[in-house]
């Protein structure tokens, strides 16, 4: 191919009076000889930014068309630049990122070089919605009392995002109260089309976004194609650097069939989550198709797009159709964009023909009549329990956490005082209504209102040791929760507005009462949390809580006055009327006609518009926080949030021999990002405590480990201190320790790390399956690369963090097959040699030696889990970000 027949692609369309040209899917057809009225849509999506790469000249014509006949044949493998049309960063993660472009913007100062290189080319917002936690909750204050401890204790951290949007251009910063980052990219970010104007010519593109929240995919429901990847990964495309990928496979799950009355939204997330995992569609593309897809919303089908990195995989996508332009009339979008896209994906034949199943790599069938309701738990979100048989289900996880409690004492302590309503096993601490998953669809927010009125109607209250809190995706929630009436019923519960961001979903839940806590802690209580979040890992929602329920915002209402999950509650009273009658969750639940009454009435375009219009000027705190318009960050050394990252000081190149490493964890399946680096409280015997002890910072002050991802030395610390981390070097612990060898010492992780470093002994450590699943938390890779860790090898990795590890410079290395640590018998206290890595290649089979001191050893192999020549290229640099130093340091000036 030739400049002249990339030409010959494109074409126009005329509308309102304006021709636009855009890169034409037909003409693409025409001119290759293919048949696309099958092919899967995100590969028809990943085909047209193949054009726009080749005109861009980051794609070679041979590469050009040997990836267009790969997507069109659905072969895997081959390597695809995709640059995304925007990114988006949420402030736990988008503060780190922000203070690396000020770092890297000193070191190419420090250089010699203009910083002014260090230069965001792709449009990219930054919401803040992670920062406010559940201080206050259950009374009409606590939004106002949560809102000002937010700022008050992040400043630092909100100054130096108002000194990247008033510096970096394409930066855009959304303050906090505006809502949580996915629920505002649906409801107002994305334009689902970009319109581009060159000279007199307009051109046409659909919309793409990277993420660096894993639930990025929630875009997916409005046929944009998205997904999570890291901070790090997110840097670089910020600065044009496109991400790299392999072709996927695509899966097609066909939806057939209704709901059954009762069932709502949150029962068939979780259903499809159970379903998929256990398919293994890690790292493949999903598409959504069929009769079923049709019976769903819009922002039902956003709620099963954003659980997709709860299944694994990269995106879960649903096309543009006649419900994606019903939705955008909804919240307010301008009627002549709204009839461009229409116009647009019906061109590119990109509008949805549901009942058609495209060529799918495989096909996975779900009935929505099956769908039963139901909730997820206790650790995570995949392991689904049918609504009757949660009771059963908890006894059993019980006996699991307290193996020595005999059967009589299980049934003792099970009995709850329904008088007293004591603490017990099984008692709810938390309850909240929370999370973009569940608060963007209005379906189930006013089947939660309707529980609530219908309960407080029949006289039902809360316990008062359950701490309950509403949390919503946007304020667009509130207007039609109060517009419906509803609001009033939710506070008399005590589910009052603690603030609009994740809050108790991404472990934000704040403090539980003293004298529960100690209760807790005296009678050694397994106690629960009822959410509608999307993720429920151990120690993630709260540090004594040890069972936590995924369930919809109408279950949440009605565990949180039950106050246990110890009932059955599809056949146990929730509670006694005014009138001494006993009321069932059938006597309270809403019908499926009343439910859609409400949200058909109560749900206006104005809403939209007016939460999203002049949003700053709704927000004087944001607004008298003053920030500087140098072009380098004026560092405050004396900062206990922000310091100066030191990855550009320490940079080394990769690929080197790793000879002599010592086991730093031996871990078992399913360490989620959580695990490795926590993102709730932080606590004084905590290293990272500690440390801000000796700064001169108060307990009180502590605040979250996510606000302190600005600092390094905190989150170093609290790399692998997860409460619940289970460490095989030193079984019966729980917690961030270690064994020193050949001391063997017992030592918190940080301290065995230091003390390795200054020993000169490298690092690994040793996992199970599905090493690094759940948030798409950089500082996992970040934490790990500080403490010396230069290899992970697990059985597993998932998607995100495996990505992340390479783009710091450490090496993911996979067993082979049906292999593990504990198959090979490896103790952890051995020497570790790897062999093959100064001339390290994509996928390459690795020997390691693990060598105990008695000069005996065990050697196996191991596959480098890099998957493509650009991974390969940023790790031999030594990661990403120094990758990127390199490259913006070699161009010359114009």
């Known amino acids: 191919m030739n400049s002249r027949t990339l030409t010959e692609l494109s074409d126009t369309l005329m509308h309102e009076g304006t021709n636009y040209k855009y890169w034409s899917l037909r003409k693409l057809e025409e001119r290759f000889g293919l048949n696309m009225s099958r092919t899967p849509y995100t590969a028809k999506l990943l085909m047209e930014a193949m054009m726009r790469a080749f005109e861009a000249g980051t794609l070679q014509a041979d590469h050009f068309e040997q990836i267009i006949r790969h997507l069109y044949e659905g072969k895997k493998g081959v390597l695809v630049p995709y640059l995304p049309a925007r990114v988006i960063l949420q402030d736990f993660t988008g503060v780190p990122v922000i203070a690396d472009l000020a770092a890297m913007r000193d070191a190419v100062h420090l250089a010699g070089e203009d910083p002014r290189r260090v230069t965001p080319v792709v449009p990219t917002d930054v919401i803040v919605d992670h920062s406010i936690r559940v201080e206050a909750s259950g009374c009409a204050e606590a939004l106002t009392i949560n809102t000002n401890l937010e700022y008050r204790e992040n400043k630092e951290r909100f100054t130096l995002l108002k000194w990247g949007e008033r510096v970096l251009p394409n930066l855009r910063v959304f303050p906090p109260g505006i809502g949580i980052i996915h629920q505002l990219n649906l409801e107002y970010l994305s334009p689902v089309i970009h319109i581009k104007q060159q000279g007199n010519a307009y051109f046409l593109h659909p919309d793409s976004v990277c993420g660096t929240d894993s639930h990025t995919t929630m875009i997916n429901g409005l046929g944009v194609l998205g997904w999570g990847g890291g901070g790090i990964e997110a840097e670089s495309v910020m600065l044009g650097h496109p991400l790299f990928i392999l072709s996927p496979a695509i899966t097609g799950v066909h939806l057939h069939g209704r709901l059954k009355p009762g069932v709502t939204t949150t029962d068939l997330v979780l259903t499809l989550t159970e379903r998929l995992r256990a398919e293994n569609v890690v790292d493949e593309f999903v598409e959504f198709f069929g009769e079923g897809v049709s019976s769903l919303s819009l922002t039902e089908r956003s709620t099963l797009a954003n659980m997709s990195p709860e299944y694994g995989s990269t995106c879960a996508y649903f096309p543009v159709d006649d419900e994606t332009i019903k939705y955008l009339r909804v919240t307010g979008r301008k009627e002549s964009h709204i009839g461009l896209i229409e116009k647009y994906y019906k061109n590119q034949g990109l509008y949805g023909e549901m009942n058609q199943a495209p060529n799918y790599h495989r096909i996975i069938t779900i009935d929505l009549a099956s769908v039963v309701p139901c909730l997820a738990g206790p650790f995570k979100p995949e392991n689904r329990i049918p609504l009757h048989d949660l009771k059963l289900s908890f006894h059993q996880t019980l006996q699991q956490l307290l193996p020595d409690m005999t059967s009589a004492e299980n049934e003792s302590t099970l009995a709850i005082e329904k008088k007293k309503r004591s603490l017990a096993h099984g008692s709810i601490l938390l309850a909240a209504i929370t999370s973009c998953t569940n608060t963007s669809n209005p379906s189930v927010m006013v089947a939660a209102g309707l529980v609530a009125k219908n309960a407080v109607d029949k006289g039902l209250s809360v316990p008062y040791y359950v701490k309950s809190s509403l949390s919503p995706g946007s304020k667009v929630v509130t207007a039609y929760l109060e517009q419906a009436g509803l609001m009033e019923f939710l506070e008399r519960l005590g589910f009052h507005v603690v603030g609009y961001g994740c809050m108790t979903c991404s472990g934000s839940s704040g403090p539980i009462e003293n004298d529960i806590a100690s209760q807790i802690i005296e009678k050694n209580l397994v106690t629960a949390s009822i959410l509608s979040g999307n993720r429920n890992f151990e120690g993630r929602i709260h540090p004594l809580i040890r069972a936590n329920y995924l369930a919809s915002p109408p279950l949440v209402i009605a565990y949180a006055i039950a106050g246990t999950v110890n009932i059955d509650i599809t056949r146990e009273p929730l509670g006694v009327d005014k009138n001494g009658h006993l009321v069932f969750l059938e006597d309270i639940w809403p019908t499926d006609k009343e439910i859609e009454d409400i949200v058909d009435s109560a749900i206006q375009p104005d809403m939209f518009l007016k939460n999203y219009h002049s949003f700053t000027l709704q927000n004087p705190n944001w607004e008298s926080i003053e920030a500087c318009a140098e072009e380098l960050y004026p560092w405050d050394e004396e900062s206990t949030y922000l310091k100066r990252a030191p990855y550009f000081e320490r940079q080394h190149e990769g690929g080197l021999p790793l000879y002599g490493a010592r086991v730093l964890a031996m871990l078992g399946d399913s360490i989620t990002t959580d695990h490795i680096s926590p993102g709730g409280v932080i606590h004084t015997d905590n290293p990272a405590g500690r440390y801000l002890l000796q700064k001169g910072v108060l307990p009180s002050d502590f605040n979250v480990f996510g606000s302190r991802r600005g600092n390094h030395e905190v989150m170093v610390r609290g790399t692998f201190s997860n409460n619940r981390l289970k ?45 690094g699943c759940g948030s798409s938390r950089d500082w996992a890779a970040k934490g790990s690369k500080l403490l010396g860790v230069q290899a992970v090898i697990a059985q597993s990795f998932e998607r995100i963090h495996r990505s992340n590890l390479i783009y710091m410079g450490v090496l993911p290395l996979t067993f082979i097959e049906n292999e593990s640590w504990l198959s090979h018998g490896l103790k952890g206290n051995e020497l570790y040699y790897v062999t093959g890595l100064e001339q390290l290649e994509v996928g390459k089979e690795l020997i390691v030696k693990a060598e105990q001191e008695d000069g005996t050893y065990t050697m196996f192999s191991v596959r480098a889990n890099i998957e493509t020549s650009a991974e390969l290229e940023y790790y031999l640099s030594g990661g990403i970000l120094a990758y990127v130093m390199k490259s913006l340091l070699s161009k010359k000036d114009d």
């Open 727 to 771: 460490n095989e070097l030193i079984p019966g612990y729980e917690g961030g320790f270690t064994k020193h060898h050949p001391s063997e010492e017992i030592l918190s992780i940080y301290e065995a790390a230091m003390r390795y470093h200054t020993e000169g002994t490298p690092l690994i450590v040793l996992a199970g399956k599905n090493y």
